[in-house]
């Protein structure tokens, strides 16, 4: 549980540091629990400013026309070595900036006035095991109580508040954070609608009001007197749908009123019982006990105690499992069925221009935040990922057709897609606008690994089938026909390729080689189960064979850049070296051990390459960054540190995390917020505890020495096994593994193989 003994005051700064989030995958609300005027800032995942407009009758996906040759010039050049023409050509290669990419919106808030200006025994909290918010407080007698939470399965956000005494006098409006939204209270509701003026996307939103006092409506607020309590039922929504090339469905309004009505004549204990079961349904599946704490503080003291080193072990162990069940909260809260994914902030949001627009980011931020659903067992929640990733297909077609002469016609309709490293809602597929951040094809591959976890974890055939290897194997035919031979290297490259987000610009880095080869041999490995056409799966082997992704370099570290090793001449001015090729010595990406995780391709088998990630790694300092920000690179070291089987290390930059990039309301700041962190994190907790590759799982790989005795119960591995460890003083006492079929299992234990039996799942 998280609590506080104080509200939240109303400004971004503590939007982002101290209000507390609900969702229900859809809506999205943050709690600032102000006892006088308290207010629910609001989204709806949907609301997003640009895609086709109107205004914008030629909207393309931001892709620019007939850049093949563009794409064939640079190629040339950098074979050539001319380095002030590959310059000047790489921003030929870009995206439109003007395009209608658009930005996530805030809707808006509910405000509200209580008159409460003085109040003793506050609290607000937010329960993890139910996924409840509250509220309470007394004042002048009286005890307050409010209750928040967000149901899914009826998509609405319920509040009721209560009152010891029949004394409740409060109201409440709608401030819409959309220009020219009309609010309108009549009876017992407020609504308020309206259009986005750059796209024409229509939105609505409604609240209804059940009380026993008395309610007037005025002037676009309700005031409610005399009562008891009150229960608040909101919805939202707009007319957007996931369709190419439109995006565009049903007006929100007559869905909103009848599920509305449905979720009131449902009430307020069936539908609180309803969004607990639909919950915890998720969220029970997997449970971590590692502190055993004798005195808990309220979450704002406790941080700052963590923080100031001044928490004895079994506080700083409460502290680090319940970032863990955070993870968990914050995906199953803003990734659900039938929706968008989870973007950069999951679904909450409170401004018209967030940070990167707060879209889907392909870079490496996207798949960290899916990363812990496999693994901390919630492959549920990946389906909206997923289905996000089959609808780029059709606009990635128009990218592969522009930019790589790729083309899909009637006859041949699934010809190659492609996307890179920024993306919407409306199938802006193209580079960004810079090449510096925004080219890099190979992010959609890496996309592909993220969802062939899914059947790497479930091991379910036909949902392999039906949604994720068609997807798989037209990204896989993109690379077939746009890698290319490079006679210096022998390897079939791809061109130009950049290691996120820092240079040079060069052929075949290992970013891109590494996830074409893995896209590769996870193709085959998915075309071999389907049953797909042999000579297709063997042309991938054939390639796959001349992509050497791996190099190691002068000093044993992972080569970054095939040519890494002629960027400087000795060890003593390596750093200093690095710079003139627009390489950061220790950035925050460290897309070049993409091989170790969350790929499985450097391991126990390949010593050399394990060694050599480990001296890369340690180059790459604590979190990268020059100022030591950046949440999610902590993040996405403790999971290659968890791979490494350094438990020591892991928890170092668990330490870090914690002290440095945690707000108040435990959100991971980059800053600012980004969602990445804290499933980063959760991911890299449990891949400390349990390893697996599809052959073997290995247990407790990188126990840290802080936590010598706990359990977990619930995690998968893939071959699609669910596994419960106990461990006491660093060594595992007990543990169960659960599989529906599968009778036995091979797992590594203190160093040794063997084969066990299984439960019946
Ligand atoms: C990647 C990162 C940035 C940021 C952005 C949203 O581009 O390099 O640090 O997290 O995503």
Redesign the pocket.
Known sequence: MLYYNNPAKFNHSNWESKSLPIGNGHLGVCIFGLPNNEVLQFNEKTLWTGGPAPSRPNYYGGNLKGKFNALKDIQLALQNNETAKVSKLKDELCGAEDSGYGAYQNFGYIKFNFNHRVVKNYKRSLNLDTAVASVEYCCKQTNYLREYFANNPSNVVVNKITASKKNLDFSFTFDIAQEGASVLAEDNFITASGVIADNGLQYFAKIVVKTDGAIQAKNGSLFISGASFAELYFTAGTNYKNNYPTYRGESPIAAIEKRLATAIALGYEKLKAEHIADYTNLYNRVSLHIANPKKVFATNVLLKKYKRQALDAEQKKYLEEMLFNYGRYLIISSSRQNDLPAN?QGIWNDKNNP??SCDY?L???LQMCYWHVFNTNLAECALPMIDYMNSLRAPGRVTAQEYHNIVSTKENPQNGWVCH?QNTPFGWTCPGWSFD?GWSPASSSWMMQNCFDYFAFTEDVDYLKQNIYPMMKENAKFWLQNLIYDKSQDRYVSSPSYS??HGPISIGNTFEQEIIFALFSDTIKAGKIVGDDIEFLQQLEQIKAKLNPLAVGKWKQIKEWYEEDSFYTNEATRQASYATHGCQYKH??ASHLLALYPYLNINEQTPELLEAAKVSLLDRGLSG?AMNI?G??KANKINMWARLKNGDEAYALINNLLSKNIATNLWDL?PPY?M?GNCGYTAGVAEMLLFSNGDYLELLPALPKQWQNGSVCGLCARGGFTVDISWQNGKIATYKIYHKTKTTCKIKIDGNFTQVKTIKA
């Open positions: 950069l940070a990167w980011h870079n490496v931020n490293v951040w996120p987000e925050r990406h960054f950046s999610w690179g980059h980004q990445d």
